[in-house]
């Protein structure tokens, strides 16, 4: 009984520790951001910034586009082939894509691809 309930528990502690850090790296990635546009536009929050302030705030930027690498936005793309398309992949097999078909692109499939990237890992930091 004891053994069952502690393998039970154990999952629910690891998925809480990960929650925990979780948390954490967005609190550091949220007030590095607050910190950032409090120095680039100052706390008057009654006027707009302009293309020129946005274009200072690097760090945003950076989270924005990491926060939608790892959760894109959209699901991907489709392209219908107008005419016969050959490939070569990058371990060198050819492939032949007919005129008609429809080519999927899944954007977190992409985005999430060991060959350009860690896998889950937030590196705007």
Do not use: W
């Amino acid at each position: 009984m004891v053994l069952k309930e502690t393998l039970r528990m154990s999952p629910a502690g690891i998925v809480g520790i990960l929650l925990i850090i979780s948390f954490y790296i967005y609190i550091i990635s949220f007030f590095k951001v607050y910190d950032e546009i409090i120095q680039t536009l100052g706390d008057n929050t009654s006027t707009c910034p302009s293309y020129e302030d946005l274009m200072k705030l690097d760090y945003l930027e950076m989270v924005l586009k990491e926060t939608l690498r790892m959760s894109p936005a959209g699901i991907g793309t489709a392209r219908k082939v107008t005419e016969d398309i050959k490939v070569t992949s990058s371990d060198g097999k050819q492939y032949t894509f007919p005129t008609g078909v429809t080519i999927v692109t899944v954007a977190e499939h992409i985005h999430r691809s060991s060959h350009y990237y860690d896998l889950k890992q937030f590196k705007s930091l």
